[in-house]
């Protein structure tokens, strides 16, 4: 049995080494913080392109309570580039907890960690350091918005960036910016 391994010419549309993919996790606690994450992801792709494609997976916190489908949000966040948590600021959930520490115990490919929450409170502060420690033994950066949306007050919030994981670029500059973003977004929501 012969095997032939045929590699593409160099300008070869099939391969496209100038734009790797970089892979987004967004994880969300309802509609209002889903929302949040995709436009830094958003945010993000516009900032980011031509140099890189980018691609998302979206995992609601409740469907996270179901053994099966958090085993296949690990493996996605196991295989992501970068990881968007977004809440309202309150301690987290078991089984999301339970889905970070099974994440993190799949040692992968995650640059950065990103926590979005849309209030100030003793809980935002449990929860970020949390996710702080999260992104420290994964190896990861870390940001995080500390206060409101920044569609809901003048100024932009203040963002924690911690490196720890030794990799720099545009991306992460970049990211750093979408968590620090845009108040001129008009904020929508199912009850407003």
């Known amino acids: 049995m012969q095997h032939t391994l045929t590699i593409p010419p160099a300008g070869s549309a099939?391969?496209?080494?100038?734009?790797?993919?970089?892979?987004?996790?967004?994880?969300?606690?309802?509609?209002?913080?889903?929302?949040?994450a995709k436009r830094?992801?958003?945010?993000?792709?516009?900032?980011?392109?031509?140099?890189?494609?980018f691609t998302n997976q979206m995992w609601k916190f409740d469907v996270l309570s179901i053994p099966k489908l958090r085993e296949i949000a690990v493996r996605d966040s196991a295989t992501a580039d970068i990881v968007i948590i977004s809440s309202h600021g309150g301690e987290l959930p078991t089984h999301v907890k339970s889905w970070?520490?099974?994440?993190?115990?799949?040692?992968g490919t995650t640059l950065?960690?990103?926590?979005?929450?849309?209030?100030?409170?003793?809980?935002?502060?449990?929860?970020?350091?949390?996710?702080?420690?999260?992104?420290?033994?994964g190896k990861m950066a870390f940001f995080a918005q500390p206060g409101d949306w920044p569609d809901r007050?003048?100024?932009?919030?203040?963002?924690?960036?911690?490196?720890?994981?030794?990799?720099s670029g545009r991306t992460l500059s970049t990211l750093a910016g979408a968590v620090q973003r845009d108040n001129t977004i008009p904020?929508?929501?199912?009850?407003?």
Not at 100 to 107: A, C
């Open 14 to 36: 099939e391969i496209d080494f100038t734009s790797p993919t970089l892979n987004v996790v967004i994880v969300y606690e309802d509609f209002e913080t889903g929302t949040q």
């Open 187 to 192: 904020h929508w929501g199912i009850n407003e």
């Open 100 to 107: 970070i520490e099974s994440w993190l115990d799949n040692p």
């Open 153 to 167: 007050r003048l100024t932009p919030a203040p963002v924690v960036f911690q490196q720890d994981s030794g990799w």
């Open 40 to 53: 830094t992801y958003d945010f993000l792709v516009e900032n980011v392109r031509p140099e890189c494609q």
């Open 112 to 137: 950065a960690l990103v926590g979005l929450f849309d209030h100030e409170s003793p809980e935002t502060w449990v929860t970020r350091e949390y996710l702080a420690e999260a992104a420290r033994r």
